[in-house]
C-alpha cells in the first residue's frame, strides 16, 4: 500500500487528464514524479477575472475560483499570447505552482502575457494514483494519455489526401479554417477524419472538428504528450496519419497549433521529407498581410511548399485578399465569411471530388 496515500473530493477534472477516467473522488499520494504528464491534484489559491475558465474531461467550460481542488497534469508552455512555465526540478505537496493553459497544464510560470493577467497560483495536494493491478491496493502515478508513441514504419496514407493548416502564430485563425474546411467536404459527400498535431494540450479544437462534421478527431495527448516539441512533433504526426488513414477516410485535415516558427515543433514537422510527401495540400493562416507574405516566403523557400490557400484575418476584407493575391499570387479566402470557397478552393487543389452541396 502506497505510503501516505489519501483520498481527496475534487471540483474539477481538467481535460488533459481525461484518458484516466478518474471520478471526483481520487486517491493521492505525496510521492510525486516531476515529470511532463504525471496527473496532479491541487488547490486553486487565487481568483480571476480573466483568463479563469477550465475545459473539462466533458469538454464543457467551466469558470475557476478559489478554493476549487483541481486535477490537472504537470507540463511546460512556451505560448506568445499566453503564459509560458516550465516542470519544476521537483514537485511536493504544499509547493505552489501555476495554471499555464484551460486545458489544466500545470508549471512554474515564467512569462505572463498582460492580456491574460497573473495565471492561477495552485498548491500541490498530491499525486493522482490510479490501480492497475486487479486485487491489490497498490497505486500508480496517473499519466495522461491512451497509449504510448511509438514511431510507425514507414509512413503509409494510403492514397489519402491529407490537408495541413500551417499559421504565422497561435490565434491566426487555423481551427476557424480547418472547420470551414471539414464542413464544406461534409457537405459535399465526404468522410473526414481531422487531429490536431501541435501545441498544448487542449481538445476545444478537435471538438470543434468534430463538431464540424468530422467522423474521427485525434490530438497528441492521447499519446501522453502533454506539449509537442521538435523532438515529438514529427513521430506524433506520423502516428495520426497512419492511425486515421487506416480508417480510409475521403480526406484528412489537420492543424499544426501554433506558428512555423514557434517551438512546438511545427518547422521539424514541415522538415521531413516523409511528412511533406505525405501532404497532399497546405493552407495557411495569417494574421495580417505581412504574416501572409512571411509565411508563404518560409513555406516555399525554407520547406518547398506552395501552399494552395492563405487564410486567417489577413483575409478579413477586400483589401487583404487582393494585396495576398496579387502580391503573393496564391488564392486568399476567409474562413468565416467566404467558408465554403475556402473549402472549395482547398477540395480543388488536392484533387478531392466536388459533388453538388445541398
Known amino acids: 500500500m502506497n505510503s501516505g496515500m489519501r483520498s481527496v473530493v475534487v471540483d474539477k477534472i481538467a481535460s488533459v487528464a481525461q484518458a484516466c477516467r478518474l471520478s471526483h473522488e481520487v486517491r493521492i499520494s505525496p510521492d510525486i514524479p516531476a515529470e511532463e504528464g504525471v496527473v496532479i491534484v491541487v488547490e486553486v489559491l487565487t481568483n480571476k477575472s480573466t483568463y479563469n475558465t477550465l475545459e473539462l474531461t466533458s469538454g464543457r467550460m467551466a469558470k475557476v475560483g478559489k478554493g476549487d481542488i483541481v486535477v490537472g497534469a504537470l507540463g511546460h508552455r512556451k505560448a506568445l499570447f499566453g503564459y509560458s512555465g516550465h516542470i519544476p526540478a521537483s514537485v511536493k505537496p504544499g509547493d505552489v505552482i501555476q495554471m499555464l493553459n484551460i486545458g489544466g497544464v500545470l508549471g512554474a510560470c515564467d512569462s505572463v502575457n498582460p492580456e491574460k493577467g497573473q495565471p492561477f497560483d495552485c498548491r500541490v495536494l498530491g499525486v493522482a494514483l490510479h490501480f492497475p493491478y486487479l486485487g491489490e491496493r ?53 468522410t473526414i477524419d481531422a487531429f490536431k498535431a501541435t501545441g498544448v494540450s487542449l481538445r476545444r479544437d478537435i471538438l470543434a472538428m468534430e463538431d464540424a462534421g468530422a467522423r474521427r478527431s485525434a490530438i497528441f495527448t492521447d499519446f501522453g504528450v502533454v506539449t509537442t516539441t521538435r523532438h515529438n512533433g514529427p513521430a506524433l504526426t506520423r502516428a495520426m496519419l497512419t492511425e486515421l488513414s487506416a480508417g480510409k477516410p475521403d480526406a484528412i485535415v489537420f492543424e499544426l497549433g501554433d ?11 514541415l522538415e521531413c521529407p516523409d511528412i511533406r510527401a505525405a501532404l497532399t ?52 479566402f476567409n474562413a468565416i465569411s467566404d467558408g465554403a470557397a475556402l473549402g472549395d478552393r482547398v477540395m480543388e487543389a488536392v484533387g478531392l471530388p466536388r459533388g453538388a452541396a445541398p
Not at 514511431?151 to 489526401?161: E, K, S
Request: aromatic share 2%.
Open 138 to 190: 497498490i497505486g500508480v502515478p496517473a499519466r495522461v494519455g491512451l497509449r504510448k508513441l511509438e514511431q510507425p514504419g514507414v509512413l503509409d496514407v494510403r492514397q489519402v489526401p491529407v490537408v495541413a493548416l500551417a499559421g504565422t502564430c497561435m490565434e491566426a485563425g487555423k481551427t476557424a479554417a480547418a472547420c470551414a474546411m471539414i464542413s464544406r467536404m461534409r457537405h459535399r459527400g465526404l
Open 259 to 269: 506558428g512555423i516558427l514557434g517551438t512546438y515543433g511545427v518547422d521539424a514537422i
Open 281 to 332: 495540400g497546405v493552407a495557411l493562416s495569417a494574421n495580417d498581410p505581412v504574416a501572409a507574405w512571411g509565411g508563404v516566403k518560409l513555406l516555399r523557400e525554407r520547406f518547398g511548399i506552395e501552399p494552395c490557400v492563405v487564410t486567417g484575418p489577413a483575409t478579413d476584407n477586400q483589401v487583404g485578399i487582393d494585396l495576398i493575391t496579387s502580391q503573393l499570387g496564391v488564392a486568399a
